[in-house]
T-cell receptor, first 114, second 112 residues
Framework: KAGVTQTPRYLIKTRGQQVTLSCSPI?????VSWYQQTPGQGLQFLFE???????NKGNFPGRFSGRQFSNSRSEMNVSTLELGDSALYLC?????????????FGEGSRLTVL | DAKTTQPPSMDCAEGRAANLPCNHS???????VYWYRQIHSQGPQYIIH???NNETNEMASLIITEDRKSSTLILPHATLRDTAVYYC?????????????FGTGTRLTVIP
């Protein structure tokens, strides 16, 4: 059974640009969550999608957005990139909307903003 | 969700049991204790979770005190591959969303 797949794994952007990251959850999983990990702030929750609807959102500015498609694949977008957006962006999926806590994480997309 | 307190780092000899403590003194009756770990440059990996009773699976054991204010994750025979950052998380499972608060975790180093 394939795990959570995130693309691209690495990317470099410059300030002011935008970026789109993709996440394919485990087959059959309908909930997708996104997290940002930086050395200073650790792992922080961005948002969660279930059945194409955003169910919960962390404390991030509106430049961070996401969506989920009917096949449960999800994308997140960051517009007007800032240096501080350099981070590892992790996607996690779970089988149902209210999980018992077992999230399956991908390997992440490492974004560097120059 | 209740907050947790973990030591920033620990060492453990290879082959010995690794006991990772976690304090969660403000835990509510309906909050679960979860443990995840993150090996360098990889996504976090679920280890185990529990509510009141002690739990064991193929990876680890979780011991929760009777008052539920603290818990211990036990890796019975630590290997070098267990070197990772271990996160103790407390949250409500039912009715909640998957917005886990990871905190700073404990960096476990398994020494040969």
């Amino acid at each position: 059974k394939a795990g959570v797949t995130q693309t691209p794994r690495y990317l470099i952007k410059t300030r002011g640009q935008q970026v789109t990251l993709s996440c394919s959850p485990i087959s059959g999983h309908r909930s997708v969550s996104w997290y940002q990990q930086t050395p200073g702030q650790g792992l922080q929750f961005l948002f969660e999608y279930f059945s194409e609807t955003q169910r919960n959102k962390g404390n991030f500015p509106g430049r961070f957005s996401g969506r989920q498609f009917s096949n449960s694949r999800s994308e997140m977008n960051v517009s007007t990139l800032e240096l501080g957006d350099s981070a590892l962006y992790l996607c996690a999926s779970s089988l149902v909307a209210v999980s018992t806590g077992e999230l399956f994480f991908g390997e992440g997309s490492r974004l560097t903003v120059l | 969700d209740a907050k947790t307190t973990q030591p920033p780092s620990m060492d453990c000899a290879e082959g010995r049991a690794a006991n990772l403590p976690c304090n969660h003194s403000t835990i509510s009756g309906n909050e679960y204790v979860y443990w995840y770990r993150q090996i360098h440059s990889q996504g976090p990996q679920y280890i185990i979770h529990g509510l009141k009773n002690n739990e064991t699976n193929e990876m680890a054991s979780l011991i929760i005190t009777e008052d539920r204010k603290s818990s211990t994750l036990i890796l019975p025979h630590a290997t070098l591959r267990d070197t990772a950052v271990y996160y103790c998380i407390v949250r409500v499972s039912l009715g909640g969303a998957n917005n886990l608060f990871f905190g700073t975790g404990t960096r476990l180093t398994v020494i040969p």
